[in-house]
């Protein structure tokens, strides 16, 4: 049944009051005709008896109160799937933007999705091998992790999210992989560069993007992630593909987020952000997962940056909670030149333990990896400690792990860009740096894998 | 006159606002529209009902019917509770699995116990006594480690006129007890509502430590069995992994795990390891003995709020029978997130930081629930209930007010260090910020099942603890080079307390688990290296051969001496002696 008004009561910024409704529902999609003969779309954010609060998804540019029809479409908003999504390019509104026909729809899903039952999840333990080493090595990412890059202005986010894009896989298998990804927010050049990536290399055969601009509508924003999740959610669990989600950039969906909860009126917490801005982010994010019994998975990725390089800004802070841990991205080693520059200290991966060892990467992984950080440490304490007494005043030990931490970030950390290393060669590099280390300052190793790995050249 | 059938004039996300509604009470439960999802009424304005839905609201709108239940929310407690893993509302996991599949859909109903599962009913009584509230009937055994004991619930007291052995359901009759002439059923399964504390007789000071097996909290920041704490710190630095260890090994005899607004991926790794792991002290799985709410971060948000409760009743419940219980809320931040969700949306006016004023009222209310009691019950049993409570505050700063409202009723506080989780010092609970006030409440039972050297060697670890932070201040000045060889001392030693006791592996299959008379030993080496060294020194021994003695290593090896494999302490011990020959 198609119910369309004449009563649009007036309209503030994305909100539209529309006023003498009946028997409308909560989260329905709506379609406004402007006078001009425009259609756009929106969804009901509130409902009392006679008056519906819709919240536009394209702007309310040349919307009158007088000549505007709106439409209530009786559904919630849906994403058209079947396997053609796969190579294909669509707005942020999941219209098609690659001249492409639209999408004969296999089946209709409600874009929000339901969230997936704690008991029917399995644990992620599938070793992912990105061939960056301070990954790899040191932030091991599994199937069906999610795993943000913080990243700030002027950083190369971009470049090690399509490296890992490029060179993703899990070691000694072939399976269905495919790439999703959501552009919300970012510049014109930024998103061409993902997708001139994506076309060299031939990987847009198994990719489908979203885009939405910088100067498209910024409300659209909020509806982009979810498209890309719920195309994801059905080539992973109804078609057993291994899909990768790349988000970019958070922070622009966020803004959004604060720009409707503005204009509600809503009580704002901290920044301006609404309350539920964590509740709102876990929804996108938890959707990542494995689930038993399903071959497939969803592996999520997003990035963004954090307001003035700060780990404590709510976006960061609060996709730090919900995160299986985080990549940080360091401008100290940017400024050194080091490419990518990972600042492994504060980075993490919650989920490593589970996907590394024995006859996943290798036994000693764990150990190294621990005894890597731990000294990696101390060698940068020991550079403070330089600066302010000088190398001279440091003890014979502290200037061992001075220059640990020297050799560390320039031949662990940094790589090319189009450097793929094996799980082997990073850790090879590893133990060559240990070596330097006397061995009985290795407390974190067991006694075994030293005499196995820290003799042999 | 015909009363109205309630209907919905308003929908604002999980909000719903009901007109209609003469009769409904607060915390009422409810079911809206014919899709019957649950909610429950957060306030009442003349014949206008406020009521949070605790499942997504979309396709629902004004003029859909409310059915009121005239019921608070309860949660059903009887035996089958144990090894169960529930939602926000104790709707039971695996069954909304078996209803909708991997992903949960909405209005689903589902009982919290199996109502047709038969259980063997031993009968503790015999026809002819007199019982009243909290006097146990029978027993259950409901796993091989937990005798679920029936108790006479609240209100019904009388003369046993019929019991009787058998297999019985949690619905059908086990006893009947005479009232007044009347006659009452009584059953095993009970409901209580989830915002109401459950009543005992006596609440009295914690005596005994909950030991949990990490060296750091049991040693230095212990928590007693009846006792509260809490674990803030940001994310990263290691909450969930600290309460996943002490869920793990702590000597309580139930555990109620309440993962509120968490992640999905740690609860299936809690649902997929407790199965597995087995208890340190019985070799059953510890499933067992666990009781899990899980109420990821993508569940609806007022089912996040309801979590808590419903976890800290069931294991009140526990209490009731006598048993140690410990609960574990992660994240307790989650759940003041849910509390300003609604009250935002209920248009309060806001405390501090959006929260609502009542916001420290609510936390001192859950921790109160705590404590050591004797229940209700001729026999006297005494049960405890523990809290630990996870804080996630935003930036880890913890002038939040969750954290400070939190820090106001808990006596143990465990303060997560970003610094200390970037050097991957795991437990990464900071020494210089944590604080226990169970230190003097736990002596005696040191003293009388440990040895009383713990108590001091304790002190005196944490005093070279302080004192290494002033040298190391003092150190960054100056040089360490210029601070005396006995201070030097200090900072090697401490040194060792942090890297060789206090650093403790959750992933390796020894070192994740210490006992207390572990611990002792442990701690009893350190500082005998300690006493020895400064003695050798003023004897004007090289403080370079002091340093680097060879037994040191060994020293740093004392974690991973199996737990059956004590006698090795004391070798280790004689060789220390020796090498300063």
Same mark, same amino acid.
């Given at each position: 049944?198609?119910?369309?008004?004449?009563?649009?009561?007036?309209?503030?910024?994305?909100?539209?009051?529309?006023?003498?409704?009946?028997?409308?529902?909560?989260?329905?999609?709506?379609?406004?005709?402007?006078?001009?003969?425009?259609?756009?779309?929106?969804?009901?954010?509130?409902?009392?008896?006679?008056?519906?609060?819709?919240?536009?998804?394209?702007?309310? %540019?040349?919307?009158?109160?007088?000549?505007?029809?709106?439409?209530?479409?009786?559904?919630?908003?849906?994403?058209?799937?079947?396997?053609?999504?796969?190579?294909?390019?669509?707005?942020?509104? +999941?219209?098609?933007?690659?001249?492409?026909?639209?999408? /004969?729809?296999?089946?209709?899903?409600?874009?929000?999705?339901?969230?997936?039952?704690?008991?029917?999840?399995?644990?992620?333990?599938?070793? @992912?091998?990105?061939?960056?080493?301070?990954?790899?090595?040191?932030?091991?990412?599994?199937?069906?992790?999610?795993?943000?890059?913080?990243?700030?202005?002027?950083?190369?986010?971009?470049?090690?999210?399509?490296?890992?894009?490029?060179?993703?896989?899990?070691?000694?298998?072939?399976?269905?992989?495919?790439?999703?990804?959501?552009?919300?927010?970012?510049?014109?050049?930024?998103?061409?560069?993902?997708?001139?990536?994506?076309?060299?290399? +031939?990987?847009?055969?198994?990719?489908?993007?979203? /885009?939405?601009?910088?100067?498209?509508?910024?409300?659209?924003?909020?509806?982009?992630?979810?498209?890309?999740?719920?195309?994801?959610?059905? %080539?992973?669990?109804?078609?057993?593909?291994?899909?990768?989600?790349?988000?970019?950039?958070?922070?622009?969906?966020?803004?959004?987020?604060?720009?409707?909860?503005?204009?509600?009126?809503?009580?704002?917490?901290?920044?301006?952000?609404?309350?539920?801005?964590?509740?709102?982010?876990?929804?996108?994010?938890?959707?990542?997962?494995?689930?038993?019994?399903?071959?497939?998975? @969803?592996? %999520?990725?997003?990035?963004?940056?954090?307001?003035?390089?700060?780990?404590?800004?709510?976006?960061?802070?609060?996709?730090?909670?919900?995160?299986?841990?985080?990549?940080?991205?360091?401008?100290?080693?940017?400024?050194?030149?080091?490419?990518?520059?990972?600042?492994?200290?504060?980075?993490?991966?919650?989920?490593?333990?589970?996907?590394?060892?024995?006859?996943?990467?290798?036994?000693?992984?764990?150990?190294?990896?621990?005894?890597?950080?731990?000294?990696?440490?101390?060698?940068?304490?020991?550079?403070?400690?330089?600066? @302010?007494?000088?190398?001279?005043?440091?003890?014979?030990?502290?200037?061992?792990?001075?220059?640990?931490?020297?050799?560390?970030?320039?031949?662990?950390?940094?790589?090319?860009?189009?450097?793929?290393?094996?799980?082997?060669?990073?850790?090879?590099?590893?133990?060559?740096? %240990?070596?330097?280390?006397?061995?009985?300052?290795?407390?974190?190793?067991?006694?075994?894998?030293?005499?196995?790995?820290?003799?042999?050249? | 006159?015909?009363?109205?059938?309630?209907?919905?004039?308003?929908?604002?996300?999980?909000?719903?606002? $009901?007109?209609?509604?003469?009769?409904?009470?607060?915390? !009422?439960?409810?079911?809206?529209?014919?899709?019957?999802?649950?909610?429950?009424?957060?306030?009442? #304005?003349?014949?206008?009902?406020?009521?949070?839905?605790?499942?997504?609201?979309?396709?629902?709108? &004004?003029?859909?019917?409310?059915?009121?239940?005239?019921?608070?929310?309860?949660?059903?407690?009887? &035996?089958?509770?144990?090894?169960?893993?529930? !939602?926000?509302?104790?709707?039971?996991?695996?069954?909304?699995?078996?209803?909708?599949? !991997?992903?949960?859909?909405?209005?689903?109903?589902?009982?919290?116990?199996?109502?047709?599962?038969?259980?063997?009913?031993?009968?503790?009584?015999?026809?002819?006594?007199?019982?009243? &509230?909290?006097?146990?009937?029978?027993?259950?055994?409901?796993?091989?480690?937990?005798?679920?004991?029936?108790?006479?619930?609240?209100?019904?007291?009388?003369?046993?006129?019929?019991?009787?052995?058998?297999?019985?359901?949690?619905?059908?009759?086990?006893?009947?007890?005479?009232?007044?002439?009347?006659?009452?059923?009584?059953?095993?399964?009970?409901?209580?509502?989830?915002?109401?504390?459950?009543?005992? =007789?006596?609440?009295?000071?914690?005596?005994?430590?909950?030991?949990? *097996?990490?060296?750091?909290?049991?040693?230095?920041?212990?928590?007693?069995?009846?006792?509260?704490?809490?674990?803030?710190?940001?994310? *990263?630095?290691?909450?969930?992994?600290?309460?996943?260890?002490?869920? =793990?090994?702590?000597?309580?005899?139930?555990?109620?795990?309440?993962?509120?607004?968490?992640?999905?991926?740690?609860?299936?790794?809690?649902?997929?390891?407790?199965?597995?792991?087995?208890?340190?002290?019985?070799?059953?799985?510890?499933?067992?003995?666990?009781?899990?709410?899980?109420?990821?971060?993508?569940?609806?948000? $007022?089912?996040?709020?309801?979590?808590?409760?419903?976890?800290?009743?069931?294991?009140?419940?526990?209490?009731?029978?006598?048993?140690?219980?410990?609960?574990?809320?992660?994240?307790?931040?989650?759940? $003041?997130?849910?509390?300003?969700?609604?009250?935002?949306?209920?248009?309060?006016? &806001?405390?501090?930081?959006?929260?609502?004023?009542?916001?420290?009222?609510?936390?001192?209310?859950?921790?109160?629930?705590?404590? #050591?009691?004797?229940?209700?019950?001729?026999?006297?049993?005494?049960?405890?209930?523990?809290?630990?409570?996870?804080?996630?505050?935003?930036?880890?700063?913890?002038?939040?007010?969750?954290?400070?409202?939190?820090?106001?009723?808990?006596?143990?506080?465990?303060?997560?260090?970003?610094?200390?989780?970037?050097?991957?010092?795991?437990?990464?609970?900071?020494?210089?910020?944590?604080?226990?006030?169970?230190?003097?409440?736990?002596?005696?039972?040191?003293?009388?099942?440990?040895?009383?050297?713990?108590?001091?060697?304790?002190?005196?670890?944490?005093?070279?603890?302080?004192?290494?932070?002033?040298?190391?201040?003092?150190?960054?000045?100056?040089?360490?080079?210029?601070?005396?060889?006995?201070?030097?001392?200090?900072?090697?030693? $401490?040194?060792?307390?942090?890297?060789?006791?206090?650093?403790?592996?959750?992933?390796?299959?020894?070192?994740?688990?210490?006992?207390?008379?572990?611990?002792?030993?442990?701690? #009893?080496?350190?500082?005998?290296?300690?006493?020895?060294?400064?003695?050798?020194?003023?004897?004007?021994? !090289?403080?370079?051969?002091?340093?680097?003695?060879?037994?040191?290593?060994?020293?740093?090896?004392?974690?991973?001496?199996?737990?059956?494999?004590?006698?090795?302490?004391?070798?280790?011990?004689?060789?220390?002696?020796?090498?300063?020959?």
């Amino acid at each position: 049944m198609l119910r369309e008004y004449l009563t649009v009561e007036s309209v503030s910024g994305p909100l539209v009051v529309v006023g003498k409704t009946e028997n409308i529902k909560y989260a329905e999609l709506v379609e406004v005709e402007f006078s001009d003969g425009a259609v756009r779309r929106g969804k009901v954010l509130e409902i009392s008896e006679d008056k519906a609060l819709v919240q536009m998804f394209e702007g309310t %540019l040349g919307l009158d109160v007088a000549g505007s029809k709106v439409r209530f479409l009786g559904r919630t908003q849906e994403l058209a799937v079947s396997p053609d999504l796969v190579g294909r390019i669509f707005d942020g509104a +999941g219209r098609p933007a690659d001249k492409g026909p639209d999408i /004969i729809a296999a089946k209709r899903l409600d874009i929000n999705g339901n969230p997936i039952n704690p008991s029917s999840r399995a644990y992620p333990s599938e070793f @992912i091998q990105t061939g960056v080493s301070t990954i790899d090595g040191m932030n091991p990412l599994v199937r069906g992790q999610k795993l943000p890059i913080f990243s700030a202005a002027g950083l190369p986010h971009a470049r090690l999210a399509a490296q890992i894009a490029r060179q993703a896989k899990v070691l000694g298998k072939n399976e269905a992989f495919a790439v999703v990804f959501a552009a919300m927010g970012i510049t014109f050049e930024e998103s061409d560069f993902f997708i001139r990536g994506f076309r060299d290399t +031939g990987a847009i055969e198994r990719s489908t993007l979203f /885009i939405n601009l910088a100067n498209d509508p910024a409300i659209e924003r909020i509806s982009t992630p979810r498209l890309a999740l719920t195309c994801a959610e059905y %080539l992973a669990f109804d078609l057993d593909m291994h899909v990768l989600v790349i988000l970019v950039d958070m922070t622009f969906y966020c803004e959004s987020l604060r720009e409707i909860s503005a204009a509600r009126k809503e009580i704002p917490g901290r920044r301006g952000y609404p309350g539920y801005l964590y509740t709102d982010l876990a929804t996108l994010y938890e959707r990542a997962g494995r689930i038993k019994g399903k071959p497939g998975s @969803i592996t %999520l990725l997003p990035v963004l940056t954090m307001p003035e390089d700060d780990k404590t800004h709510p976006i960061p802070d609060l996709t730090g909670y919900i995160t299986e841990g985080q990549i940080i991205l360091s401008r100290e080693l940017h400024r050194k030149g080091i490419y990518p520059p990972v600042d492994v200290l504060p980075s993490l991966s919650r989920l490593k333990d589970k996907g590394i060892g024995s006859q996943k990467t290798r036994e000693d992984h764990s150990d190294v990896l621990n005894q890597l950080f731990a000294c990696y440490a101390k060698g940068k304490e020991a550079r403070e400690l330089a600066v @302010i007494l000088g190398e001279a005043a440091l003890s014979d030990l502290d200037k061992l792990y001075l220059k640990f931490a020297s050799n560390f970030e320039d031949s662990f950390v940094r790589q090319e860009e189009s450097e793929e290393r094996s799980i082997e060669e990073t850790l090879g590099i590893g133990w060559s740096l %240990l070596r330097e280390i006397p061995r009985q300052e290795l407390k974190r190793i067991r006694e075994d894998y030293l005499n196995r790995y820290y003799a042999v050249e | 006159m015909m009363t109205k059938q309630p209907n919905i004039i308003k929908v604002s996300g999980p909000l719903v606002v $009901a007109k209609h509604c003469q009769g409904a009470k607060m915390y !009422d439960m409810v079911r809206v529209s014919d899709k019957r999802l649950i909610g429950e009424i957060l306030e009442l #304005k003349g014949e206008l009902a406020y009521i949070q839905v605790y499942e997504e609201t979309s396709g629902i709108g &004004p003029g859909e019917p409310v059915y009121l239940t005239n019921e608070p929310l309860s949660v059903e407690l009887g &035996p089958g509770l144990a090894s169960s893993i529930y !939602d926000g509302i104790q709707r039971p996991l695996n069954l909304l699995r078996d209803k909708s599949g !991997d992903f949960i859909s909405r209005g689903l109903d589902v009982a919290g116990l199996d109502h047709q599962r038969k259980w063997h009913f031993y009968p503790a009584l015999k026809a002819g006594e007199q019982v009243n &509230p909290g006097d146990i009937v029978g027993t259950v055994d409901e796993t091989p480690l937990i005798k679920h004991k029936i108790m006479v619930p609240l209100g019904v007291s009388g003369e046993i006129v019929e019991i009787k052995e058998g297999d019985f359901n949690v619905t059908e009759s086990v006893a009947r007890i005479k009232h007044d002439a009347k006659i009452k059923d009584i059953t095993m399964l009970q409901r209580w509502p989830v915002r109401k504390e459950r009543p005992v =007789k006596e609440k009295f000071a914690p005596l005994e430590p909950l030991t949990t *097996g990490q060296r750091v909290i049991d040693t230095f920041f212990p928590i007693a069995k009846g006792g509260t704490a809490c674990i803030p710190g940001p994310f *990263g630095a290691g909450k969930t992994v600290t309460m996943h260890e002490v869920a =793990k090994w702590s000597d309580a005899q139930i555990i109620v795990y309440v993962a509120c607004g968490e992640r999905g991926n740690e609860c299936a790794d809690l649902l997929l390891s407790f199965p597995e792991l087995k208890d340190p002290r019985t070799g059953r799985p510890l499933l067992e003995r666990t009781v899990i709410v899980a109420n990821t971060s993508n569940m609806p948000v $007022a089912a996040r709020e309801a979590s808590i409760y419903t976890g800290i009743t069931i294991a009140e419940y526990f209490r009731d029978m006598g048993y140690s219980v410990a609960v574990m809320a992660d994240s307790t931040s989650r759940w $003041a997130e849910a509390l300003r969700e609604m009250s935002g949306r209920l248009e309060e006016m &806001p405390g501090e930081e959006g929260y609502p004023a009542y916001l420290s009222s609510r936390i001192a209310e859950f921790y109160e629930r705590a404590g #050591k009691v004797t229940c209700l019950g001729k026999d006297s049993r005494s049960g405890a209930l523990s809290i630990m409570g996870a804080v996630s505050p935003p930036g880890g700063d913890i002038s939040d007010p969750v954290v400070q409202a939190t820090l106001r009723v808990v006596k143990v506080f465990w303060g997560l260090d970003d610094k200390l989780a970037n050097s991957r010092h795991f437990p990464a609970i900071n020494w210089l910020l944590s604080y226990s006030l169970y230190h003097n409440n736990l002596r005696d039972f040191l003293k009388d099942n440990i040895c009383e050297e713990f108590i001091v060697l304790k002190r005196e670890a944490m005093r070279l603890l302080e004192e290494e932070a002033s040298l190391l201040e003092i150190a960054r000045l100056v040089g360490i080079e210029s601070l005396s060889f006995e201070d030097r001392l200090v900072l090697e030693v $401490a040194k060792s307390i942090r890297e060789d006791f206090l650093h403790q592996n959750a992933f390796h299959e020894v070192d994740t688990y210490t006992s207390l008379k572990k611990q002792y030993l442990m701690l #009893k080496v350190v500082m005998l290296y300690y006493a020895l060294s400064k003695a050798k020194l003023k004897e004007g021994v !090289d403080f370079e051969k002091i340093v680097g003695l060879v037994v040191r290593e060994k020293i740093s090896r004392l974690k991973y001496i199996p737990e059956g494999n004590l006698g090795e302490f004391i070798k280790i011990e004689e060789e220390l002696r020796k090498s300063y020959a």
